[in-house]
């Protein structure tokens, strides 16, 4: 569903309807939000009481139970004095509704600028994930929490294998035989670095509560200073190192218009890798170094991951066609894989005396 859908849906005295449940009083106007999954719809929302995001989860795909673990992260993470789009509890003290076929949320809005790539700002960004995870440590939880980690998950194998027809599908065009020999080194890589990173003791690790998705587009700056940090819906149970892997990579990978894919950069940029690895060891000093030889793979399996599940869906990567952003994907794996015993030490390098 795009997210223009809410807007076109409801009229105001339904979104007024609906967010009778807060208490933010009325509605003054409200307009779609672009962004975040194309499965939930979201408005931006002026009331009488603050500016808001009134998100809606279709109630056929929703797992309630991950709702309120998301949100019981939410409030943990706010708790610890990180600033979070915080979900707003309503009247009844629940943190959502359920009505007219959806699940309804409200979020406080938070101000605030995307990231310019700045080496501080990847340390704030660092410094941030530490501090969330120290928080998480104190948190119970006793309900079912499912949701799957990229690392060593056969979804992403057969992603792979389902890809080649997908990509067809889109694009006719495309050459058959060199497509499916790209998604087999791909797959191939992918359980090398599982197998490696299982041989460094991945599966004797304990796992805790991690945000999931922490990547530049859920993280909002006031200049240098970590100003908001979004979506908590990928909130799971997993060793921390993983969720520190993922940020490493989403935070030092360089792109450029989807248009000119074939020339984007493949190698990571070094000074924001190592910047937001200082950040993150400024909080939990022990995490990255006791686990760093594991950092290099487990950036392999989730590039590898992250790109691989929607083109099996769809053909595409958002509206980059999925040939060309595998083919960046593999030889951005291969770089990695060629340079994983300098990134450990990278790390290492910083440790403070």
Not at 195 to 221: A, R
Request: hydrophobic share 45%.
């Amino acid at each position: 569903m795009r997210s223009e859908a809410l807007a076109e849906t409801f009229s105001l005295d339904q979104v007024n309807e609906i967010l009778r449940h807060w208490d933010v009083g009325l509605v003054k106007e409200f307009a779609p939000m672009s962004g975040g999954s194309r499965t939930s719809s979201k408005l931006r929302v002026e009331c009488e009481r603050g500016t808001f995001v009134l998100k809606r989860r279709p109630a056929h795909t929703a797992d309630i139970e991950r709702v309120r673990f998301a949100h019981h992260v939410m409030m943990s993470a706010g708790n610890a004095g990180l600033p979070i789009a915080l979900v707003q509890v309503a009247r009844d003290q629940s943190t959502f509704q359920v009505r007219e076929g959806g699940i309804y949320e409200l979020f406080l809005f938070l101000h605030g600028e995307r990231w310019q790539r700045l080496p501080i700002q990847a340390h704030e960004a660092g410094r941030a994930l530490a501090t969330l995870h120290h928080a998480a440590l104190k948190m119970q939880w006793h309900g079912n929490v499912k949701a799957s980690c990229f690392h060593g998950n056969l979804i992403v194998v057969e992603a792979l294998r389902r890809v080649p027809a997908a990509v067809l599908a889109q694009q006719p065009h495309v050459a058959q035989s060199p497509l499916m020999d790209l998604c087999q080194q791909l797959s191939n890589l992918y359980q090398h670095a599982s197998e490696l990173v299982d041989d460094l003791g991945y599966d004797q690790l304990d796992s805790q509560v991690v945000h999931g998705d922490w990547h530049p587009g859920n993280i909002l700056f006031n200049g240098e200073r970590v100003s908001g940090v979004l979506d908590f819906d990928s909130a799971r149970l997993e060793p921390a190192i993983a969720d520190v892997a993922n940020g490493l990579l989403q935070y030092s990978v360089r792109a450029g218009p989807s248009r000119a894919i074939d020339n984007w950069p493949h190698e990571i940029d070094e000074a924001l890798f190592l910047a937001f690895a200082r950040g993150f060891s400024s909080v939990e000093p022990v995490t990255l170094l006791k686990f760093v030889h594991m950092v290099p793979w487990l950036m392999i399996e989730a590039c590898v991951a992250e790109a691989s599940i929607p083109i099996a869906k769809s053909g595409m990567f958002a509206t980059i066609p999925g040939d060309k952003m595998l083919a960046l994907i593999l030889r951005r794996a291969l770089w990695i894989q060629s340079n994983a015993a300098n990134l450990a030490r990278a790390i290492m390098s910083q440790r403070t005396p």
